[in-house]
T-cell receptor, first 116, second 111 residues
Framework: GAVVSQHPSRVICKSGTSVKIECRSL??????MFWYRQFPKQSLMLMAT?????????EQGVEKDKFLINHASLTLSTLTVTSAHPEDSSFYIC????????????FGPGTRLLVL | GESVGLHLPTLSVQEGDNSIINCAYS??????FIWYKQESGKGPQFIID?????DKRQGQRVTVLLNKTVKHLSLQIAATQPGDSAVYFC??????????FGAGTRLFVKA
């Protein structure tokens, strides 16, 4: 149980294009999902908290117009990187609170984004 | 500000030996921690958690120790195996769902 999937797993795009990443909780409902960014050999940096049916809460320094988050249902949240640039290249990971250990998050496998 | 950090960026152990990964935190009010394992190119996986009303918790081959006096916790892996090679993060969940991750320790297991 508590499986989270992400799609795509890897994406390469040209600078200036937008990229959408999907995060799905496969076997549970997640009212709250989280989006993280991870640079090589670094820890996870929380970008935003995504709440179903309401606006996402962004961490300080994260541009909400650049990283659009939509949490349309209890099993799906999307992150759209708009007008991507090479510096947006990173590993993006989503997570959702699930059943079992209270407070524990279940992480997706991550999406590797490379902007050329 | 609040932070969770790790003492060592890398740890190399011989297969079969025990591994100890350390983590320090700065918020004396922190009361709930989770250890995560992240393999290369994958998302973090839950390993074990501990609340501040405990100073030790054991799982399968893993033990977490919490010392609230010095604000330190550790993850002990018994009989380390090659499959244990990964980056290990301690995380502070005192703030609820908002998780604060430590810097991470990369564990290398030598065959």
């Amino acid at each position: 149980g508590a499986v989270v999937s992400q799609h795509p797993s890897r994406v390469i795009c040209k600078s200036g294009t937008s990229v959408k990443i999907e995060c799905r909780s496969l076997d549970f409902q997640a009212t709250t999902m989280f989006w993280y960014r991870q640079f090589p050999k670094q820890s996870l940096m929380l970008m935003a908290t995504s709440n179903e049916g309401s606006k996402a809460t962004y961490e300080q320094g994260v541009e909400k117009d650049k990283f659009l988050i939509n949490h349309a249902s209890l099993t799906l949240s999307t992150l759209t990187v708009t007008s991507a640039h090479p510096e947006d290249s990173s590993f993006y990971i989503c997570s959702a609170g699930g059943t079992g250990v209270p407070g524990a998050q279940y992480f997706g496998p991550g999406t590797r984004l490379l902007v050329l | 500000g609040e932070s969770v950090g790790l003492h060592l960026p890398t740890l190399s152990v011989q297969e079969g030996d025990n591994s100890i990964i350390n983590c320090a935190y700065s918020n004396s009010a922190s009361d709930y921690f989770i250890w995560y394992k992240q393999e290369s190119g994958k998302g973090p996986q839950f390993i074990i958690d501990i609340r501040s009303n405990m100073d030790k918790r054991q799982g399968q081959r893993v033990t977490v120790l919490l010392n609230k006096t010095v604000k330190h916790l550790s993850l002990q892996i018994a009989a380390t195996q090659p499959g244990d090679s990964a980056v290990y993060f301690c995380a502070d969940l005192t703030g609820g769902f908002k998780t604060i991750f430590g810097a991470g320790t990369r564990l290398f297991v030598k065959a």
